[in-house]
């Protein structure tokens, strides 16, 4: 372990974490599991009070507390192993002397970052539906073609809406 420390490797990736973005991300970290532990010591004295709702919140504030410190431990640790230099991460049995690369070996370089790569759209059939198919299908279009038509309509003013005593008996009424 000692190896690892004395060669700078370490001392150049700890710098990442002392920029001024990651002093705020450590102060932000502590602030915010300070807080929640203390709204969860809050909602424990609640909870003794005879507020029972308290004792679910006593366990939850806790709980974010360590999902921020779970976040917090993931960026540090992926800062420091996705940020390595091309350098340092290089297998020398991949270069040439002419600089090419034979085929089979990866390039070096900088690499994509993990996690952040594009989405993949694929187009899927849509299932094509016809009026013919469905006849209440076709009333309800019918309809909403004579709502958009008449925007300031009601639906009772509906040329084909017998009343609230037919709808309640049946659907008939809607075909068109």
């Given amino acids: 372990m000692s190896e690892n420390r004395t060669d700078g490797r370490y001392a150049r990736g ?25 709204l969860g010591w809050w909602q ?8 029972t709702l308290s004792w679910a919140y006593a366990v939850e504030w806790p709980i974010f507390a360590g999902f921020v410190i779970f976040l ?7 800062t420091l192993q996705g940020g390595r230099d091309a ?11 002419d ?3 034979p085929a089979g070996a990866t390039p070096t370089g900088p690499r994509p970052a993990p996690g952040f790569r594009r989405p993949v759209r694929t ?16 009333a309800y279009n019918h309809y909403l073609a004579w709502l ?3 925007p300031g309509a009601r639906p009772a003013d509906y040329p084909g809406y017998p009343g609230p005593a037919a709808v309640r ?4 009424w809607a075909q068109p």
Avoid: Q
Wanted: charged fraction near 30%; aromatic fraction near 6%.
């Fill in 148 to 150: 958009n038509a008449n």
């Fill in 123 to 138: 187009a899927r059939p849509r299932p094509v539906v016809t009026d013919s198919d469905d006849p209440a299908l076709a």
């Fill in 72 to 78: 917090w431990i993931r960026e540090a640790r992926y």
């Fill in 169 to 172: 008996r049946d659907e008939s």
């Fill in 44 to 51: 424990i004295s609640r909870a003794r009070a005879g507020n």
């Fill in 87 to 97: 350098a340092d991460t290089r297998d020398a049995s991949a270069d040439r002397d």
């Fill in 14 to 38: 700890m710098k990442r974490l002392w920029t001024p973005a990651w002093i705020l991300r450590h102060v932000l970290t502590v602030v915010t599991v300070v807080a929640f532990c203390a």
């Fill in 99 to 101: 600089g090419t690369t």
